[in-house]
């Protein structure tokens, strides 16, 4: 008989080439699992004593041995079989064998097996009785490898309906996707008829294919199905969740809504496609219908719609959920479910009460543990998921490439673990360093440690790279400021993701490559950074196009974007035109309504969110929603409200105030000269919290107000907490220098240098053309310079024909006034400026950032020279927005 797989093929084509199962022996070879019944090798040469049998018939026997492969006494049965040969003498027949073999499966002892197969042989049952071949298929397709099933397959001189199925029930198993439906197709060529479990195998086939064909050709069989006849409450079941599988939820739906006798896997099937399609609320509506029919949930319905509740952030109803689950159902030892409601509260910020679900499941397994350590990394516990890490090893449970990427981001972030490397060292002894999720991770590790070459040497030695190894990459380089090779990765991106369009590219490791949402939001803030609104823009045409602008993710960074790059009217655009808002959004665009002065805006939009907040129980001010009020309350002298709203966030709104509040309201109070009542309100903070902002907050009002005497009690306290940081001795030497304290300035200078501490250089930025332009103060190295010099030093002389005085109070060396005013040119934001003039047309809109404060003197200047060359300047400082015109700036000069 010629092998199935050279028959002719049927309507039902495939468009993938045909190979012989045969070749399957040598390139699909498994390891044989691990005998978890070492005994039963020997159970065919044991000797039991005579005394211990019965004189039974052969029926008597092998009934026996039926019922406890039924009842999976596999071990009993097994036993059983060797008293019937060794002691009664009976030899086994055709319904011997089939219940043996289901011993064996169950045993999973594949040696076990081979002597089995070795008896069929010898009792003449390997070509007699279809049967007995069909169980030793679905034995080896169990137990061995894809090869040893073809051949039981292919020297089978009878085969049926139970061999064909059996045969690709196999191909399915071990993912030969393709083989599966070739092997249906020649069912049907030798006119055998399929069953609905042949259907059943079909559907999973197609819904592993790539989503064209999986769709062309489970459409084929879905029809076939229909129109033979083949119809059961499980086929329907297989091919909704094909449907849903390929992406066609819709389908999916259709199917279930048409199909009345719906069993529990149904509605099991539905909630778990829309869930994993990210139709959140849909999938939360099917489970209420699911009840209002009768329908009791099981672990597999919780564990399917409570990721549901973990990604829409709706705490309130995962614990209606949890409660109908331990009211209805018996979840103590449903390690599914437990990691399901782990996950859900982590991811709603409730970590204590997932680690009492932890706590109450009676056995762990690794995906238990995982979503525990998952949990605590991603809420910022990042001792506790060490520590969890360590215990599962002490409980015996071997962590495996979740585990290990969840808990080396905690290892980086742990102040308290000094061997971050050595988790490294730890991946590479497991033999997991070629795992593409772990380089992900591991690349993440080394660029928050700072170490970008390593992640660089990681991402170039990948064998293949995803969408997260790029995202990671272009991540990490945003993280650590260099935000044009970010830029410069996008674009290589991109070209792969050509290169793999092309027809004669045959790398077939090559993962198609598009920048999707992650990416985007991603680089956005690189755009941010930088005030590249060109670059920025045409990210966004690109979200556009490819349908990602409407991500609540990719919306928010975008939000954010523009509102940096000076653009407040396109920010507040792209915000009224999302469809889904979450926190972060609102967030965004209070604090960017803050940073652009325009404080009472930002207050509406903050009584806006609390009232849609009072509709929508995900959305409710956070943390970060006070600290962007109050910062916009501060810079828009709207104090009584700042305060208003501070003693009241904990009553009204549930947020307990924290340390950044507490600084947020010392700047509040400060910038509007109320510095004895500043103090005051750091002396009342608790004795846990981190005061250090709340001191830098009231020492750069000091600074404003030029305070001597707070001024120094808050130094003190600075440089006590922080002694290396350049910025509390700049602020000092500010306020000194300003009441003419050169002394005490100059000693301030003095200890810097002789601790080390070197002051940030000042640095601008403009974008012009294809390129953003980077100027450093005192820096000659640009390539107009020069020309910039001389440019400034002709303005300088119009400006003071229009009252312009130089402020050299901002100038912090003990030199002439002349040469301070010198110096005073030479500042970065000047000279971005400067560029921005010469190389733009007239009346363009000039847009600078800049790392640091905007100083007295640069924002003067700023104000003359918006009105002399009759620009609108826009300058974006450390603190806030500046716009320039007509002489003018926004910020009232309270800033």
């Not at 440690?449 to 990459?473: A, L, P, Q, Y």
């Not at 590249?532 to 556009?544: D, M, N, P, T, V």
């Not at 440089?719 to 050169?742: F, Q, R």
Request: hydrophobic share 40%; charged share 20%.
């Amino acid at each position: 008989m010629s092998c199935y797989y050279t028959q002719p093929l049927s309507p039902l084509t495939l468009p993938f080439s045909s190979r012989s199962l045969a070749s399957l022996q040598t390139d699909h070879r498994q390891t044989t699992p691990l005998q978890r019944h070492t005994r039963s090798q020997l159970l065919l040469t044991t000797t039991l004593t005579a005394s211990s049998a019965k004189p039974l018939s052969q029926d008597s026997w092998v009934e026996s041995l039926r019922s406890q492969a039924r009842s999976n006494l596999f071990r009993e049965a097994m036993l059983t079989y060797i008293q019937m040969l060794a002691l009664a003498g009976i030899s086994p027949d055709n319904f011997a064998f089939p219940a043996v073999l289901k011993a064996v499966v169950g045993l999973q002892d594949l040696n076990l097996g081979k002597q089995i197969h070795a008896h069929v042989f010898k009792f003449g049952y390997a070509s007699s009785s279809v049967t007995v071949a069909n169980t030793l298929v679905h034995m080896y397709g169990k137990c061995g490898d894809i090869g040893d099933v073809y051949k039981v397959f292919e020297r089978m001189t009878e085969r049926d309906q139970v061999s064909w199925n059996s045969i690709i029930a196999a191909l399915c198993r071990f993912e030969e996707w393709e083989l599966a439906l070739e092997a249906f197709r020649l069912m049907l060529s030798e006119n055998e008829a399929p069953s609905s479990f042949t259907s059943v195998s079909g559907a999973l086939a197609c819904s592993n294919l790539h989503r064209h064909d999986g769709l062309r050709l489970g459409k084929q069989l879905h029809a076939f199905s229909l129109r033979t006849g083949i119809w059961r409450t499980y086929t329907n079941n297989a091919f909704m969740a094909m449907y849903a599988k390929l992406g066609r939820v819709a389908d999916s739906q259709a199917l279930f809504e048409l199909f009345e006798d719906r069993d529990m896997v149904s509605w099991n099937t539905m909630i778990s496609s829309l869930s994993q399609n990210d139709q959140f609320l849909e999938a939360l509506s099917f489970l209420r219908l699911m009840v209002l029919e009768g329908t009791k949930p099981d672990g597999v319905t919780f564990a399917s719609v409570l990721p549901a509740c973990s990604h829409l952030e709706m705490l309130d109803r995962g614990k209606e959920i949890h409660a109908y689950a331990l009211k209805t159902t018996n979840l103590l030892g449903n390690s599914f479910v437990g990691s399901a409601l782990v996950d859900m509260y982590c991811n709603c910020q409730q970590v204590e009460i997932g680690r009492l679900v932890f706590d109450g499941i009676l056995e762990r397994s690794i995906a238990l543990y995982n979503a525990m350590v998952t949990g605590y990394s991603q809420n910022e516990h990042h001792e506790e998921a060490l520590n969890l890490f360590f215990q599962m090893e002490l409980d015996g449970i071997c962590p495996n490439t979740t585990t290990m990427s969840s808990v080396l981001p905690a290892s980086v972030h742990c102040e308290l673990f000094s061997d971050k490397e050595g988790m490294h060292g730890y991946v590479i002894k497991r033999g997991l360093e070629r795992d593409r999720y772990l380089q992900n991770a591991l690349m993440d590790m080394y660029f928050r440690m700072g170490k970008t070459e390593i992640s660089e040497h990681i991402f170039n030695g990948m064998e293949v790279r995803d969408i997260v190894s790029w995202n990671t990459m272009i991540t990490g380089y945003v993280i650590c400021g260099h935000h044009d090779v970010a830029f410069n990765l996008l674009y290589e991106m991109q070209i792969v993701e050509e290169k793999n369009r092309d027809d004669d590219y045959e790398d077939k490791n090559m993962v198609p490559l598009k920048p999707n949402s992650v990416t985007l939001m991603t680089v956005l803030p690189g755009c941010a950074a930088l005030a590249a609104l060109a670059k920025g823009k045409e990210i966004h045409a690109y979200a556009i196009r490819h349908l990602l602008a409407s991500d609540v993710a990719v919306g928010s960074a975008l939000v954010d974007m523009y509102a940096k790059c000076g653009c407040l009217n396109f920010s507040k655009r792209v915000f009224d035109r999302m469809p889904i808002k979450n926190v972060i959004t609102w967030n965004v665009l209070i604090m960017a309504y803050g940073m652009h002065g325009r404080g009472e805006e930002a207050f509406e939009l903050f009584k806006d969110m609390v009232a849609k907040g009072d509709k929508n129980d995900g959305l409710r001010p956070n943390q970060v929603t006070f600290i962007a009020i109050f910062a916009a309350c501060s810079h828009s002298r709207m104090v009584n409200e700042g305060l208003y709203l501070f003693h009241r966030m904990k009553e009204n709104h549930g947020v307990e105030p924290a340390p950044d509040h507490y600084a947020c309201v010392v700047d509040l109070l400060g910038r509007a000269g109320q510095l004895e009542e500043a103090y005051e309100l750091i002396n009342t903070m608790p004795p846990r919290f981190d005061k250090t902002d709340a001191w830098s907050s009231l020492l750069g009002a000091c600074r404003i107000h030029q305070n001597v005497e707070i001024g120094e009690i808050a130094a003190k306290n600075l440089l006590d907490l922080e002694p290396n940081v350049a910025s509390h001795y700049v602020l000092l030497s500010n306020i000194y220098s300003s009441a003419g304290l050169w002394e005490k300035s100059m000693d301030i200078r003095k200890r810097m240098k002789e601790m080390g501490v070197r002051k940030e250089a000042g640095c601008s930025w403009i974008e012009f053309g294809d390129e953003v332009h980077k100027f450093v103060a005192g820096d000659g190295s640009h390539p107009q310079s020069e020309q910039l010099h001389g440019f400034l030093e002709i303005l300088l002389e119009k400006m003071k024909k229009e009252g312009y005085v130089p402020d050299i109070s901002c100038v912090l060396h003990n030199v002439g006034e002349e040469e301070k005013e010198t110096l005073l040119c030479g500042h970065s934001e000047k000279l971005a400026i400067a560029f921005g003039i010469l190389n733009t047309p007239p009346g363009t809109t000039i847009r600078v950032a800049k790392n640091l404060r905007i100083c007295n003197d640069c924002h003067v200047a700023s104000k003359f020279i918006s009105k002399i060359e009759d620009r609108e300047i826009i300058v974006r400082d450390v603190r806030r927005f500046h716009h320039f015109r007509n002489g003018n700036c926004s910020c009232g000069d309270y800033w």
